[in-house]
């Protein structure tokens, strides 16, 4: 089974500060790693993935993460937030042959003036 | 990239009756679509699973026989809350995977809101 833990559901920066949402996962296969946003009543955005290559994967809007294997974790950063930045961010995990995405609890990013 | 439609964006209905959500795939064939339903301030539950021509595969909970769901072609599904009640009242979000598009890559819809009285 996989299964995906969001530290933090709330979230808040700074504008101009640096971005950091913690993601770590579970999984007894090699994962597939996502990141999303989701804006007030709209659907998901792909902000980046994970499919065994690069371990750095870089994103839009400035947004990157690193998979880490001995930590299970896949953390989201950004090194200079934005207004436009804050929203609900989920991470999801799948793998093992399966397009099933297992979500975890979001995180909401607040960003200040 | 690859874009999902969903129809419509949002619905009222009273409690009884039946409402269908479309699901399109607009510049891909979606082999297999999913559905999604998203309480206030919660993430994503999967509903279900449905590839082109065959039967929905329910995630362990959902009701079948209430969410009924369609897969009749590459680029359209289905899902109709079927006698919805308040408790119905959610976000419900469909996404896609198919040929020709990123592996192992779902591409989410705008998501529907249905508000039951």
């Known amino acids: 089974a996989q299964s995906v833990t969001q530290l933090g559901s709330h979230v808040s920066v700074s504008e101009g500060a640096l971005v950091l949402l913690r993601c770590n996962y579970s999984?007894?296969?090699?994962?597939?790693l996502f990141w999303y946003v989701q804006y007030p009543n709209q659907g998901l955005q792909l902000l980046l993935k994970?499919?065994?290559?690069?371990?750095l994967v870089k994103g839009i809007n400035g947004f990157e993460a690193e998979f880490k294997k001995s930590e299970t974790s896949f953390h989201l950063t950004k090194p200079s937030a934005h207004m436009s930045d804050a929203a609900e961010y989920f991470c999801?995990?799948?793998?093992?042959?399966?397009?099933?995405?297992?979500f975890g609890k979001g995180t909401k990013l607040t960003v200040n003036p | 990239g690859a874009v999902v439609s969903q129809h419509p964006s949002w619905v009222i209905c009273k409690s009884g009756t039946s409402v269908k959500i479309e699901c399109r795939s607009l510049?891909?064939?979606?082999?297999?679509m999913f559905w999604y339903r998203q309480f206030p301030k919660q993430s994503l539950m999967l509903m279900a699973t449905?590839?082109?021509?065959?039967?929905?595969?329910?995630e362990q909970g959902v009701e079948k026989d209430k969410f009924l769901i369609n897969h009749a072609s590459l680029t359209l599904s289905t899902l109709t809350v079927t006698s919805a009640h308040p408790e119905d009242s959610s976000f419900y979000i469909c996404?896609?995977?198919?040929?020709?598009?990123?592996?192992?890559?779902?591409?989410f819809g705008p998501g529907t809101r249905l508000t039951v009285l």
């Open positions: 996404s896609a995977s198919g040929a020709g598009v990123s592996y192992n890559e779902q591409f």
């Open positions: 999984s007894s296969v090699p994962p597939y």
């Open positions: 994970y499919t065994s290559a690069a371990t």
């Open positions: 999801a995990v799948s793998g093992g042959g399966s397009e099933k995405l297992v």
């Open positions: 510049d891909f064939q979606a082999t297999t």
């Open positions: 449905s590839n082109e021509g065959s039967k929905a595969t329910y």
